[in-house]
């Protein structure tokens, strides 16, 4: 009876809108009540959810990767990325998906991706002769690259639940992350020549290569960081670290547009955007210590293990749960709750850990852009203007395009495991 109502109070707060945290804890006290459990379990769960030390890393990412937007990066990552796609026949959608590749790999998160580059390149595609809803279509489904590309904040949460290298799982997820940015291109251009969008004039080899010096600071702290953690020198939050006063350098004497006095309002909103995140991983936690008590994640992996204990299958079944987990959950609360059996299932049949890790974090990543609650895909309603229902429909050929690159990872483990072996061993 208590289970069925920590199911329900969380189904049902969810349905009427409520942040993902509030419903997890809301719930998890519902459970508690109703069992007769002291209600100091909620913070002691809460508290060794988030006393993991990877996690520190999280918020010194997170003030990178704003130090860097707010100083001048966005404006010359969307300038190159123009200069290099942007000639040919949907260059600038294009453009759009090389941008949040770029652009991905300095915040480590989807939903910075399209606040940051939205806010630019949704306007000037809509003022070029792009659809509204296309743009914001390809605006939301590229940010979705960004994570998989180092950092990347889930394999951060990743590597603290199951002790895996966060350095490894980077790695892990930079070949994933290519291919997808390669097929929403190539679904771009198709989709651009049979609609025949407009194309900018080619500026020739002189604004290419201004552009990249242009960049290049920006660019470098991703070099920074995967060698940072490849080399063994500093360890993830180390480098967190290390990242910010980069971007601090950067921006402020660099590029010499980040405002010194602007600086601490940076640092406040990243401190808010880091606790928001951490608030849901002690929350997942205490929900996911309940489901644990319960043997749910056991019942999970034997209900499987009864219907097939083919590998192969077993992956199908996890990809089909985890796209319907994603269209309803946020990604950090689905991880919490659901990496760590699924892991267990998936070791039980043969599947590599990092294997395992990198597509279900590329499942949840397309998660973002999916209906009814698809972050990524209101962030880019809202700056486009426009309602809901055009953008997701404009977005299913990028779903499919991401959805084929989902299968490739999950039935070629190398495109997974191949990188971090050969750079960083087993």
């Given at each position: 009876?208590?289970?069925?109502?920590?199911?329900?109070?969380?189904?049902?707060?969810?349905a009427?809108?409520?942040?993902?945290?509030v419903?997890?804890?809301?719930?998890?006290?519902?459970?508690?009540?109703?069992a007769g459990?002291?209600?100091?379990?909620i913070p002691q769960?809460m508290?060794?959810?988030m006393?993991?030390f990877v996690?520190?890393?999280?918020?010194?990412?997170?003030?990178?990767?704003?130090l860097?937007?707010?100083?001048?990066v966005?404006?010359?990552?969307i300038?190159?990325a123009n200069?290099?796609?942007?000639?040919?026949?949907?260059g600038?959608?294009?453009?759009?998906?090389?941008?949040?590749?770029?652009?991905?790999?300095?915040?480590?998160?989807?939903?910075a991706?399209?606040?940051?580059?939205?806010?630019?390149?949704?306007?000037?595609?809509?003022k070029?002769g792009?659809?509204?809803?296309f743009?914001?279509?390809?605006?939301?489904?590229?940010?979705?690259?960004g994570?998989?590309?180092?950092?990347?904040v889930?394999?951060?949460?990743?590597?603290?639940?199951?002790?895996?290298?966060?350095?490894?799982?980077?790695?892990?997820?930079?070949?994933?992350g290519?291919?997808?940015?390669?097929?929403?291109?190539?679904?771009?251009?198709?989709?651009?020549?049979?609609?025949?969008?407009?194309?900018?004039?080619?500026?020739?080899f002189?604004?290419l290569?201004?552009?990249f010096f242009?960049?290049?600071?920006?660019?470098?702290?991703i070099?920074?960081?995967?060698?940072?953690?490849?080399?063994g020198?500093?360890?993830?939050?180390?480098?967190?670290?290390?990242?910010?006063?980069?971007a601090f350098?950067?921006?402020?004497?660099?590029?010499?547009?980040?405002?010194?006095?602007?600086?601490?309002?940076?640092?406040?909103?990243?401190?808010?955007?880091?606790a928001?995140?951490?608030?849901?991983?002690?929350?997942?936690?205490?929900f996911?210590?309940?489901?644990?008590?319960e043997?749910i994640p056991?019942?999970l992996?034997?209900?499987?293990?009864s219907?097939?204990?083919?590998?192969y299958?077993?992956?199908?079944l996890?990809?089909?749960?985890?796209?319907?987990?994603?269209?309803?959950?946020?990604?950090?609360?689905a991880?919490?709750?659901?990496?760590?059996?699924?892991?267990?299932?998936?070791?039980?049949?043969?599947?590599?850990?990092l294997h395992?890790?990198?597509?279900a974090?590329l499942?949840?990543?397309?998660?973002?852009?999916t209906?009814?609650?698809?972050v990524?895909?209101?962030?880019a309603?809202?700056?486009?203007?426009?309602?809901?229902?055009?953008?997701?429909?404009?977005?299913?050929?990028?779903?499919?395009?991401?959805?084929?690159?989902l299968?490739l990872?999950?039935?070629?483990?190398?495109?997974a495991?191949?990188?971090?072996?050969?750079?960083?061993?087993?």
């Open positions: 009876m208590e289970l069925l109502l920590l199911l329900v109070t969380f189904a049902g707060t969810l009427l809108g409520v942040p993902v945290a419903c997890l804890g809301l719930s998890s006290l519902a459970y508690i009540l109703a459990l002291p209600v100091v379990i769960r508290y060794a959810g006393d993991v996690l520190l890393c999280i918020p010194g990412f997170i003030l990178a990767g704003n860097m937007n707010y100083g001048g966005t404006e010359r990552i300038r190159f200069a290099l796609v942007g000639w040919m026949r949907g600038l959608a294009m453009a759009n998906v090389a941008d949040s590749m770029m652009f991905g790999g300095i915040s480590g998160t989807a939903v991706d399209v606040a940051a580059t939205g806010g630019v390149m949704i306007p000037g595609m809509k070029s792009y659809p509204a809803d743009s914001a279509a390809i605006t939301a489904a590229s940010s979705t690259v994570p998989m590309i180092p950092p990347s889930p394999m951060i949460i990743v590597g603290a639940l199951s002790g895996m290298s966060v350095g490894q799982l980077f790695l892990a997820g930079a070949v994933p290519l291919l997808m940015g390669i097929g929403m291109g190539i679904t771009c251009y198709v989709i651009a020549v049979r609609r025949n969008y407009p194309r900018q004039p080619w500026k020739g002189g604004e290569f201004a552009s242009s960049a290049f600071w920006a660019l470098a702290m070099a920074l960081i995967i060698v940072g953690l490849m080399s020198i500093a360890t993830p939050t180390e480098t967190a670290i290390v990242a910010c006063i980069y350098i950067v921006g402020a004497f660099i590029y010499r547009e980040l405002p010194i006095s602007r600086v601490p309002k940076i640092i406040v909103d990243s401190a808010v955007s880091s928001g995140i951490l608030a849901l991983v002690g929350f997942a936690n205490v996911g210590s309940i489901l644990a008590s043997r056991q019942m992996v034997n209900a499987v293990l219907v097939t204990d083919n590998k299958l077993v992956i199908l996890i990809n089909c749960l985890l796209l319907v987990i994603g269209m309803f959950m946020e990604t950090i609360a991880l919490i709750i659901l990496f760590v059996p699924l892991l267990t299932l998936a070791t039980s049949v043969g599947i590599d850990p395992f890790a990198t597509f974090v499942n949840l990543m397309i998660g973002l852009t209906p009814p609650i698809g990524c895909l209101f962030v309603c809202n700056i486009a203007r426009i309602p809901l229902m055009p953008v997701i429909k404009a977005v299913i050929p990028f779903l499919i395009s991401n959805i084929i690159v299968l990872v999950s039935y070629y483990p190398p495109f495991t191949w990188l971090p072996t050969t750079l960083m061993g087993t």
